[in-house]
């Protein structure tokens, strides 16, 4: 791709950013304003937060522009006081791109009405809020057939989504990919004191604790079992989840809370896989799960019509079980567990297809390729 002429300016909106919250829509926003630099994309994130202070913070891959969250309802952040801030950087910006679902910045775009290119790209569709969604659902109807193009990072969770269905004709794939060069180097010492504090070849999950995560049924699994399993990430679900496993009485499951980039990359190689027992549809992606492969270890996840089933091909990059069937996962954590090799060779086929489809210069590429059609007007 030829590089542009001149700088595009691009503003990502979503609910919530680094360094706030910790997550998959952080990270592929991160790997987004990252990966495009090089093509002449200047980036910059605005986002509500509880404590906006300072409200403008300089990171690597981009500019964060922070205002108050008022309140929330159902999991969506309300700042109408950020509405004029909002203004001024659709001003500055060349694009637009929103990050769905937040209905907040339908509303936002509706206020601002800015004449200029819109991109949406789909995180997920709406699960679980099905009472709001009745309510939400002409706004959000009329939120993407008003934006320009719309990205889903599968095909597969193009083809199945109810939400995306009538807006297929303006819609395209570009899958999620991570740059390795953006990732710290563990540091040696960092290395060694989690081995000796955590051990190896333990079963690795880290994300937020939410329910579309389906750990009760990780935790169901590893009942009565050798292996070992570590849940890094904090989240509404957190103390349910440690009262669950106390219940069980898993003294081979320790969760580690929040953790540092360096530390998940450190439980990563030390891990003999990546487990994602999600089941449900929220869960589109999982970046975790590219994390994985991009370290050459294999994956456990689910059967769903997401982009897990696009990341994870059974007996060639991992395993693929029956949702919500602990017997399922457990089989599948136990044949893992015992036989190492099984587990290197499907975890050299998980960077294979990392490589192939999901590195960070590809979706950079891609996303930089969908921003100059849109500034050009030659968007097909």
Not at 67 to 73: A, D, G, N, T, W
Not at 278 to 301: D, H, N
Request: proline share 6%; with cysteine; aromatic share 10%.
């Amino acid at each position: 791709m030829p590089n542009l002429k001149c700088p595009v300016k691009v503003l990502h909106v979503y609910r919530t950013y680094f360094p706030d919250t910790q997550g998959g829509g952080q990270e592929l926003i991160r790997q987004i304003c990252h990966n495009t630099q090089k093509h002449g994309i200047e980036s910059r994130v605005f986002f509500p937060s509880r404590n906006p202070t300072p409200n403008v913070l300089k990171v690597d891959e981009t500019s964060v522009y922070r205002v108050k969250l008022e309140f929330e309802i159902a999991s969506c952040g309300f700042c109408f006081g950020g509405i004029g801030e909002f203004r001024r950087q659709v001003e500055w910006a060349d694009v637009i791109h929103y990050y769905f679902p937040w209905p907040f910045a339908d509303v936002m775009h509706f206020i601002a009405r800015p004449k200029k290119p819109t991109i949406s790209t789909h995180l997920s569709d709406i699960v679980r809020q099905q009472g709001v969604m009745t309510l939400y659902r002409p706004l959000m109807n009329k939120f993407l057939s008003d934006i320009s193009v719309i990205v889903a990072t599968s095909p597969q969770y193009l083809s199945s989504s109810e939400t995306l269905r009538p807006h297929r004709g303006k819609s395209r794939v570009i899958p999620i990919g991570i740059d390795e060069e953006s990732y710290p180097e563990v540091p040696d010492e960092l290395m060694s004191s989690l081995e000796q504090t955590n051990g190896s070849g333990f079963f690795f999950f880290v994300g937020v604790l939410r329910y579309y995560k389906c750990l009760d049924v990780l935790l169901k699994a590893s009942a009565d079992q050798d292996f070992k399993v570590i849940i890094a990430g904090e989240g509404p679900l957190e103390d349910t989840l440690k009262k669950e496993a106390k219940a069980i009485g898993l003294d081979n499951v320790q969760f580690v809370g929040r953790i540092s980039d360096e530390e998940k990359i450190a439980f990563i190689k030390l891990s003999r896989a990546i487990v994602f027992p999600s089941f449900i549809r929220a869960e589109s992606f999982g970046i975790t799960l590219l994390e994985g492969a991009m370290y050459e270890k294999p994956l456990v996840t689910a059967d769903v019509e997401s982009g897990m089933n696009y990341v994870n091909i059974d007996r060639v990059t991992g395993l693929v079980v029956e949702g919500n069937s602990p017997l399922a996962l457990r089989e599948a954590l136990v044949e893992l567990d015992r036989d190492p090799k099984l587990a290197e060779a499907l975890g050299a086929g998980a960077r294979e297809r990392y490589d192939e489809l999901f590195s960070g210069e590809v979706m950079g590429k891609n996303y930089a390729a969908l921003y100059q059609e849109l500034v050009t007007g030659t968007l097909s």
